[in-house]
């Protein structure tokens, strides 16, 4: 596939999920009819702080949802830990269906298995996946303090300087920190993981230039900095090069398959939530995205909408807690800044 051939996937994506059948085969006049949810507002909590991809995707889910179901939904950010602090937060509220989680997978997934959550919260248990939103590519850039050309300089600096290369994410056990670690774990190199509290710090620092290099979600601001020179696109995370960035390799023709990652993210209930409520959810999020303004920005972003059923979603979530319980035990993620190798 071809970077002229992205977009036209995508539609093609959307096509796809006009014509999925709604989660539960539940019609959405039958499910309106006589309904029990919801009973009020929806609370959609984003786990991230203001002013990501993932806050700005969740605002016009919310106001699709709001549309849709005919009550209020209105986002709540509660960032910090990695996403684990938002997702303490609605594991703690009524399994009701009128609070929910916008994440990646990673507060589930991955920081398990880095830290112990606080109390006797466990997230696997305590979380119910109801339904996959989007995918989106990472981006790893070079700041104004790199100063090689491509993506194999910063391998071979990083190679000959160990522990120099300063790599920063959005936080500890995000898919950017994971990108890092499979790129460390396979070329031998040491690099510094720097772990931000959330994308909108680390994308002020690397504009000034405050470490060497990071990864973020692909979003408009991000492709603006590089458009403009302010950050240099080395490589992304994506199953084929982008339209907006023709020049960027993927990691895997980089040679990285086990770094070509994409971020997912859903929307996620308390566990004990009904699962007629759950299917409900992952039918009007099927609504929201086969058109109109949340469909269109997701395309316009490079984000591909991740249909698919309640099952589906929690196999997702499944599958990716056994591969990063792999990656942990093989010693190629930790939790703190010291230089990550194999």
């Given at each position: 596939?071809?970077?002229?051939?992205?977009?036209?996937?995508?539609?093609?994506?959307?096509?796809?999920?006009?014509?999925?059948?709604?989660?539960?085969?539940?019609?959405?006049?039958a499910?309106?009819?006589?309904?029990t949810?919801?009973?009020?507002?929806i609370?959609?909590?984003v786990?991230?702080?203001?002013?990501g991809?993932?806050?700005?995707?969740?605002?016009?889910?919310?106001?699709?949802?709001?549309?849709?179901?005919?009550?209020?939904?209105?986002?709540?950010?509660?960032?910090?830990?990695?996403?684990?602090?938002?997702?303490?937060?609605?594991?703690r509220?009524?399994?009701?269906?009128?609070?929910?989680?916008?994440?990646?997978?990673?507060?589930?997934?991955?920081?398990?298995?880095?830290?112990?959550?606080?109390?006797?919260?466990?997230?696997?248990?305590?979380?119910?996946?109801?339904?996959?939103?989007?995918?989106?590519?990472?981006?790893?850039?070079?700041?104004?303090?790199?100063?090689?050309?491509?993506?194999?300089?910063?391998?071979?600096?990083?190679?000959?300087?160990?522990?120099?290369?300063?790599?920063?994410?959005?936080?500890?056990?995000?898919?950017?920190?994971?990108?890092?670690?499979q790129?460390?774990?396979?070329?031998?190199?040491?690099?510094?993981?720097?772990p931000?509290?959330?994308?909108?710090?680390?994308?002020?620092?690397?504009?000034?230039?405050?470490?060497?290099?990071?990864?973020?979600?692909?979003?408009?601001?991000?492709l603006?900095?590089v458009?403009?020179?302010?950050?240099?696109?080395?490589?992304?995370?994506?199953?084929?090069?982008?339209?907006?960035?023709?020049?960027?390799?993927?990691?895997?023709?980089?040679?990285?398959?086990?770094?070509?990652?994409?971020?997912?993210?859903?929307?996620?209930?308390?566990?004990?939530?009904?699962?007629?409520?759950?299917?409900?959810?992952?039918?009007?999020?099927?609504?929201?995205?086969?058109?109109?303004?949340?469909?269109?920005?997701?395309?316009?972003?490079?984000?591909?909408?991740?249909?698919?059923?309640?099952?589906?979603?929690?196999?997702?979530?499944?599958?990716?807690?056994?591969?990063?319980?792999?990656l942990?035990?093989?010693?190629?993620?930790?939790?703190?800044?010291?230089?990550?190798?194999?």
């Amino acid at each position: 596939m071809t970077a002229g051939d992205i977009p036209a996937a995508r539609r093609r994506l959307l096509r796809a999920a006009a014509v999925l059948p709604l989660a539960g085969g539940v019609p959405r006049a039958a499910a309106m009819a006589g309904r029990t949810w919801p009973a009020r507002g929806i609370r959609v909590v984003v786990v991230y702080p203001p002013g990501g991809v993932s806050d700005t995707i969740a605002r016009l889910l919310a106001e699709a949802l709001s549309r849709d179901l005919g009550v209020p939904a209105w986002v709540e950010n509660k960032g910090g830990a990695g996403g684990s602090v938002g997702m303490e937060t609605v594991a703690r509220a009524a399994p009701d269906g009128h609070t929910l989680a916008f994440s990646a997978l990673t507060p589930l997934t991955l920081n398990p298995l880095l830290s112990r959550p606080s109390g006797e919260y466990d997230p696997l248990r305590e979380i119910a996946p109801v339904a996959a939103v989007m995918r989106t590519p990472v981006l790893v850039a070079g700041t104004p303090a790199f100063t090689g050309r491509d993506f194999a300089d910063l391998v071979d600096e990083a190679r000959r300087h160990p522990g120099a290369i300063r790599w920063a994410s959005s936080g500890v056990a995000t898919t950017g920190h994971m990108v890092m670690a499979q790129v460390a774990a396979a070329s031998g190199a040491r690099i510094t993981h720097i772990p931000y509290h959330g994308g909108g710090p680390q994308l002020n620092d690397a504009l000034g230039g405050r470490f060497e290099v990071l990864s973020t979600n692909v979003a408009a601001l991000q492709l603006d900095y590089v458009r403009t020179g302010r950050l240099k696109a080395l490589a992304v995370g994506a199953p084929a090069r982008l339209g907006a960035l023709p020049d960027a390799p993927t990691l895997e023709e980089l040679g990285y398959p086990q770094a070509n990652l994409m971020s997912l993210f859903g929307l996620f209930a308390p566990a004990g939530t009904p699962r007629p409520v759950q299917e409900s959810i992952n039918a009007a999020v099927h609504r929201a995205l086969v058109g109109g303004q949340l469909a269109e920005r997701l395309e316009s972003a490079y984000n591909l909408p991740a249909a698919g059923s309640v099952a589906d979603f929690r196999v997702a979530v499944r599958d990716d807690y056994e591969a990063n319980r792999r990656l942990v035990k093989a010693g190629a993620l930790r939790s703190d800044r010291t230089p990550a190798a194999p």
